[in-house]
């Protein structure tokens, strides 16, 4: 069964500082695909970065970047710089990658909080 | 930017009513998706939908849920006979399907509350 490991529920942070929100997974699939979404307080879902199981490097949008280390089954996200506009809950996804249209399967979250 | 649509974005039902709750994907998208998110749990998967079926769904969308694309644009979820539990943020999401790593993109959500 696969399954999405947060286990920060809640995480702080200066504005301008960076942070890294951990996440674990495991799978038996060999391809499969990782997902960060941001969800603000107004409730939407935005979709951060994605990291492909075979991806030989760390995927990188702007200030979120992911540190994928596959033998570990962790793909964490670092946010750079962060701003006060970051503040939001964050959520890891994972699904596999041998059909598409398959669910997406999430963590419990971590909320981040960045402060002035 | 192309976007999902949700309508209504809060909805009141009192239990044991039927609701419906609408979806606009994102236009050349060609899987749709129902998710939810009870307050303060994680989001969870209902159901997906290609080629006007259900490719997959989970336990929880049982036979008081169902799906429907009515049209070239609308996708649906109904509920049947609402439950308190029913009470969640439900999340529609599209993506194109093309290539199995594309992200799902999400709607704002529809905010249901069960009385």
């Known amino acids: 069964a696969q399954k999405i490991t947060q286990t920060q529920p809640g995480m702080f942070v200066q504005e301008k500082e960076a942070v890294t929100l951990d996440c674990t997974y495991d799978?038996?699939?060999?391809?499969?695909?990782l997902f960060w979404y941001k969800q603000p307080s107004s409730g939407e879902m935005i979709f951060l970065i994605y990291?492909?199981?075979?991806?030989?490097q760390n995927a990188t949008e702007g200030r979120y970047s992911l540190n994928f280390q596959k033998a570990r089954k962790s793909a964490n996200l670092v946010i750079s710089a962060s701003q006060l506009g970051d503040s939001a809950m964050y959520f890891c996804a994972m699904r596999v990658l041998n059909q598409a249209g398959t669910a997406l399967i999430f963590g419990k979250g971590t909320t981040l909080s960045v402060s002035s | 930017e192309p976007e999902v649509t949700q309508t209504p974005s809060h909805q009141v039902t009192q239990m044991g009513q039927e609701v419906i709750l609408r979806c606009v994907p994102i236009s050349n998208h060609l899987y749709f998706y129902w998710y939810r998110q009870i307050l303060g749990q994680k989001v969870e998967f209902l159901v997906s939908f290609y080629n006007n079926e259900i490719s997959e769904k989970s336990e929880i969308f049982d036979d008081q849920f169902s799906v429907e694309r009515p049209d070239g644009s609308n996708f649906t979820l109904k509920i049947r006979s609402t439950k308190l539990e029913d009470s969640a943020m439900y999340f529609c999401?599209?993506?194109?399907?093309?290539?199995?790593?594309?992200?799902?993109?999400f709607g704002d959500g529809t905010r249901l509350s069960i009385l």
């Open positions: 999401a599209s993506s194109t399907g093309q290539g199995s790593n594309q992200p799902q993109h």
């Open positions: 799978t038996s699939d060999p391809s499969y695909g």
């Open positions: 990291q492909g199981s075979y991806d030989q």
